[in-house]
């Protein structure tokens, strides 16, 4: 009866959803999201005065902004396991580095938001002070934006990994025609993600934007847009077009 629901309810529906029970492997993995999320959230000590209760219940702000790419990263990673339900070994070793690279990103993430709020409120206010607290100056938010953008990186070319390793187990598991499509778009709209974090690494270090390289993160939804249409373009013309090169994207 479940599954029958599932079926016609849930948010995917032009694949076919296989991972029918949490395995063992999502179980961890939920854990660590949401450890990652109680870091952001968590990262001091609890409030012991008004003032600093009312500190901790602002900083929801930063932290809902880190917590919405957090959710985006596991959004990806519980997608895979629910459309191929896959276990191998080599997912293991992905999911493996996956969960370690979320933890690595969780303070980095958090600092970034937190830095460019209280520079906001700062610029509405005169009072850096809360800024200045943080150690965020310009170097270190733009070395901070880029140990972000690394961690990112990283995190979306082991979910690429991951999806192109269900390609090449589309006859195992039963992928049709239209669901290695999709697959394959996900692998590049991937890999646009992580040339997007090679961009925003090289615009924090090299370039005068420094900590405002982050900007750079809207370029995710016409890279989504970009990396869908060259595949579906590909897919009519598979000979001429690197895209379909092989079975692993």
């Given amino acids: 009866m479940r599954s029958e629901i ?28 949401a450890l990652a999320l109680g870091m952001m959230l968590f990262g001091g000590p609890p409030p012991q005065t008004f003032s600093e ?10 932290v809902t902004a880190s917590f919405v790419i957090l959710l985006m990263m596991w959004n990806s ?26 933890l690595f990103t969780a303070y980095p993430l958090r600092f970034i938001f937190d830095s460019f709020f209280w520079y906001i409120v700062g610029s509405a206010t005169g009072d850096f002070s809360q800024l200045r607290e943080t150690d965020m100056d310009w170097i270190n938010s733009a070395r901070s934006m880029a140990i972000f953008g690394a961690g990112y990186g990283v995190i979306y070319t082991l979910l690429s990994f991951m999806y192109a390793h269900a ?23 991937f890999r646009g993600e992580v040339a997007i974090a090679i961009l925003l690494i090289c615009a924090a270090l090299f370039t005068p934007i420094g900590p405002f390289a ?3 993160m809207f370029l995710n939804w016409p890279n989504a847009y970009l990396m869908s249409y060259l595949v579906k373009k590909s897919s009519r013309k598979p000979a001429a077009s690197v895209l379909h090169a092989g079975p692993d994207a």
Wanted: charged share 20%.
């Fill in 77 to 102: 990673h519980f997608v895979f396991f629910r459309r191929y339900a896959l276990a191998d070994n080599k997912v293991v070793l992905l999911n493996s580095a996956l969960l370690l690279m979320v």
């Fill in 214 to 216: 982050g900007t750079l």
């Fill in 53 to 62: 209760l009312v500190h901790f219940l602002i900083s929801i702000i930063p």
């Fill in 6 to 33: 599932a079926k016609h309810l849930d948010h995917d529906p032009d694949f076919e959803w296989r991972g029918q029970s949490v395995t063992r492997i999502e179980n961890l993995s939920d854990i660590v999201f």
């Fill in 167 to 189: 390609i090449s187990k589309a006859d195992s598991i039963g992928l049709s025609e239209r669901e290695i499509l999709l697959t394959r778009q996900t692998v590049w709209i």
